[in-house]
């Protein structure tokens, strides 16, 4: 069984792997939009628990979407193009190469 001591604490979306472009990093980014979270939280220092948590709800808030950007209310689309584009900008000058990403996904 692991202890809390022994859990894993997530390093914070902008010190994650790929300028925060990973699986969690979306999730952190999708709060943000659906106000779940602050845009000044970036979940350095949660444990997984948390995180799972956090990805709980932000599936919740898409499930009312149907998972799809163009449903989203024009307030909170917007606010994803916004934060996805700053995100993007961000990852592209710490060296994230998407092509690779998709690379490793076929192999």
């Given at each position: 069984?692991?202890?809390?001591?022994?859990?894993s604490?997530y390093a914070?979306?902008y010190?994650d792997k790929?300028?925060?472009?990973?699986?969690?990093?979306?999730?952190?980014?999708?709060?943000?939009?659906?106000?779940l979270?602050?845009?000044?939280?970036?979940?350095?220092?949660w444990l997984?628990?948390?995180?799972?948590?956090?990805?709980?709800?932000t599936?919740?808030?898409?499930?009312?979407y149907?998972?799809l950007v163009?449903?989203?209310?024009?307030?909170?689309?917007a606010?994803?193009?916004?934060?996805?584009?700053?995100?993007?900008?961000?990852a592209?000058?710490?060296?994230?190469d998407?092509?690779k990403d998709?690379d490793d996904?076929?192999l």
């Open positions: 069984m692991r202890t809390r001591k022994n859990m604490k914070g979306i010190n790929n300028g925060g472009m990973t699986d969690t990093g979306k999730v952190i980014r999708d709060a943000w939009v659906f106000g979270i602050p845009e000044t939280e970036t979940c350095e220092g997984s628990t948390a995180i799972q948590d956090l990805w709980d709800k599936s919740k808030e898409w499930e009312k149907g998972f163009s449903n989203l209310p024009e307030e909170k689309r606010c994803f193009e916004r934060i996805q584009s700053e995100a993007i900008k961000r592209n000058k710490e060296g994230w998407p092509q998709i996904d076929v």
